[in-house]
């Protein structure tokens, strides 16, 4: 298999991941009005993570439309990260913010260039023994499929394994090449359910269609429990990926929120 096989070309992992871009698009311009309590910002900090990781996934689909598939489990892995940092930075906030301490001093360092975060092991360990996301806990990790996917990532990035060489290789002719975009196309998705599950269970309001704000604006009064509806890009995310290929997870968190996802 060459990369440049039409069956390589036209491989589904390609429109997956355009889908996947226009997701965290839509997200970071739905939540930037949504203050973040517990540092000085004056806007969402997740709409820039957000929109960092729809350029991560903008990366990826370049690389890998140019055959180098080991550079991009590297992205993947800087992917699979900024999730584990957002998640982290928004469970930390919401479990030190108070009237006593409006301004959470780790992750307004961090904003300012002050202070990094905890390594990976330490934010990743905090986010699994939280109370507040147990139920999603227990699901995302009761196997062990983001283990093997982290690992998957390592070797590709430290080269542990010649294959993984080989596959950054785009001149020449691999029989397990479109293998390789199955798994990667599995993977891309995992860490995509992961962080639909855990944001939007940390973060309810982020799943909150315009259509309330908008009444507002216009100076009109909103229709009754507009302030529940599901932004419809969120809602095709749960339909078409979470509801799909986890829907023990979409079914949790429908069962933990008050919007109404379908």
């Known amino acids: 298999m060459m990369v440049s096989d039409p069956k390589y070309q036209n491989h589904a992992v390609f429109s997956q991941l355009e889908r996947h871009i226009a997701f965290y698009r839509d997200l970071a311009q739905s ?32 690389i890998l439309g140019d055959g180098r598939i080991n ?20 469970l930390y906030l919401q479990d030190h913010f108070s009237i006593e301490n409006l301004v959470v001093e780790q992750i307004d360092n961090w904003l300012k260039g002050k202070a990094q975060l905890p390594e990976y092991r330490i934010m990743s360990q905090y986010i ?38 080989l596959l950054n290789d ?7 090449r ?21 944001i939007f269970f940390i973060n309810e309001n982020y799943m909150m269609s315009s259509d309330h704000l908008d009444y507002l604006e216009c100076g009109m009064t909103p229709e009754p429990h507009s302030q529940y509806w599901v932004a419809p890009f969120i809602q095709d995310v749960f339909n078409q990926v979470v509801a799909k290929h986890r829907p023990d997870i979409a079914e949790t968190v429908k069962k933990h929120t008050s919007m109404h996802l379908a």
């Open 178 to 198: 479109l293998h390789a975009l199955d798994q990667f196309s599995t993977d891309v998705r995992d860490v995509l359910i992961l962080h639909v599950a855990y």
């Open 31 to 62: 939540v930037f009005h949504w203050m973040t309590m517990g540092t000085k910002a004056i806007c969402s900090i997740d709409s820039y993570v957000f929109s960092s990781i729809q350029g991560t996934l903008a990366s990826i689909r370049t």
């Open 128 to 165: 699994r023994s939280s109370l507040k996301t147990e139920p999603i806990t227990a699901l995302v990790f009761a196997e062990d499929r983001y283990k093997r996917l982290r690992d998957r990532c390592n070797d590709h990035t430290h080269y542990n394994f010649y294959r993984n060489v």
């Open 71 to 90: 550079d991009a489990y590297a992205l993947l892995r800087k992917y699979y990260d900024s999730v584990t940092i957002n998640i982290y930075s928004n």
């Open 170 to 176: 785009n001149e020449i002719d691999l029989p397990d």
